[in-house]
């Protein structure tokens, strides 16, 4: 091994940043640095088993974590024999912590889709989630470091950017006149007219300010995909959860959305079997899938986190979390199946990837002809469906 390799898990966010890392340690050999996820149980046991696969491929190299899970499991992370050493989460874009020279902002090249950070951490206090103890309070870049960030990818050649973060919608309300998420999307499509598609990651529905509302409603660059981090379906849930909205705000929400944008494709994030669920709970989460019409579900069995409020309620048994969390992505396949019936023979624009498949505007995966380029967006009008891809 002489490159330095980076492993990333977990959000979008960590992706961009893992690009980030990577970029910023170019020259640095034989190092390989994972970069963590702790947002559920599960999310560790993969950071432990990624740390575990490394060192056994890398048996010589230097072996480095960072992310969520090096903050919030800390002390047991670093008592891994495979790991040499943690980066904070907080230092881990910042060259001073991997002792290399200090430059801009480094961006790896990417010709397909690039993912900018824009906001950072999170001052919501969501009684599930520990992401705010990995991550800290919420940061936003401002307008002109975000041009600066899109700017560069688009010099790289990428069709597509995707807005990421923490906590989206909280953008600028730590800037200077606390300027909305819309103001700022609609200043990186009025900047770069060339940029064929602008695309959102998960926005929490509560905080969709007015002027983004009508870019998703019109404006044809911003794709036609809301991802919302739900939650779940049940009011008494959303409570417990701490969570601002209620189920009456996300089905408003999705039906002006679709009214004034039918193309539009709805994912969300989904808890099953949060503490003091009930069979009740449990269907209206079922429910509102259909109702919202949820074709991009992330499915989640709840699993409780350390120094967390819902970790302190009655539980759900196990068993019970599994088998509910398995009816949620059933019916999440179920209204997903007939939506991709539905795109069956009409033209899609398609952004090909490097593995012979693309995604279409509404974030539908579509097969791609052999031997087209990454990076180019092609028209395809797909005549069946395999596995859930479009062919």
């Excluded at 330095?4 to 640095?28: D, T």
């Excluded at 759900?316 to 539905?342: D, M, P, Q, S």
């Excluded at 069956?344 to 995966?365: C, H, I, M």
Aim: charged share 25%; with cysteine.
């Amino acid at each position: 091994m002489n490159a330095p390799q980076v492993v990333s898990l977990g959000c979008r966010l960590n992706i961009s940043e893992s690009e980030r890392i990577r970029a910023m340690l170019a020259g640095q050999n034989d190092l390989v640095v994972v970069n963590s996820c702790a947002v559920t149980s599960e999310a560790v046991r993969q950071t432990r088993q990624a740390i575990r696969r490394a060192r056994r491929a890398n048996p010589d190299a230097r072996l480095i974590v960072t992310g969520c899970a090096a903050e919030v499991e800390r002390e047991a992370i670093a008592a891994m024999p495979e790991v040499d050493g943690l980066v904070a989460n907080t230092a881990k874009l910042d060259p001073r912590a991997w002792n290399v020279p200090q430059s801009p902002p480094p961006v790896a090249k990417r010709r397909t889709r690039a993912f900018v950070a824009v906001q950072n951490g999170c001052d919501h206090a969501c009684t599930f989630c520990v992401i705010p103890q990995g991550r800290g309070t919420s940061r936003s870049l401002s307008v002109d470091e975000v041009v600066a960030e899109v700017a560069r990818h688009v010099s790289e050649g990428a069709q597509e950017v995707v807005l990421t973060g923490v906590d989206v919608t909280s953008w600028g309300h730590d800037l200077p006149g606390r300027p909305a998420l819309g103001a700022m999307v609609r200043t990186v499509l009025d900047r770069f007219p060339e940029l064929p598609r602008l695309r959102m990651s998960s926005l929490d529905g509560i905080e969709v300010d007015e002027e983004l509302f009508e870019l998703f409603a019109a404006e044809r660059r911003l794709m036609p995909h809301l991802h919302l981090s739900l939650q779940h379906g049940h009011d008494l849930i959303l409570k417990r959860m701490k969570r601002r909205h209620s189920r009456a705000d996300a089905v408003q929400l999705v039906t002006e959305l679709k009214r004034r944008r039918a193309d539009i494709a709805i994912g969300a994030d989904l808890i099953a079997g949060f503490p003091t669920e009930t069979g009740e709970h449990h269907t209206a989460n079922l429910l509102i899938i259909e109702e919202l019409g949820i074709v991009h579900g992330h499915i989640f069995p709840y699993s409780p986190r350390p120094g967390t409020p819902a970790a302190r309620m009655p539980q759900v048994e196990r068993e019970v979390v599994k088998h509910r969390a398995g009816e949620l992505r059933a019916a999440v396949a179920k209204v997903r199946a007939e939506w991709l019936a539905t795109l069956v023979d009409k033209p899609l624009s398609v952004l090909a990837e490097r593995d012979g498949t693309g995604y279409s505007q509404n974030f539908a995966r579509v097969r791609i002809p052999a031997g087209t380029e990454a990076g180019r967006i092609v028209t395809i009008a797909p005549k069946t469906i395999e596995d859930n891809l479009l062919v």
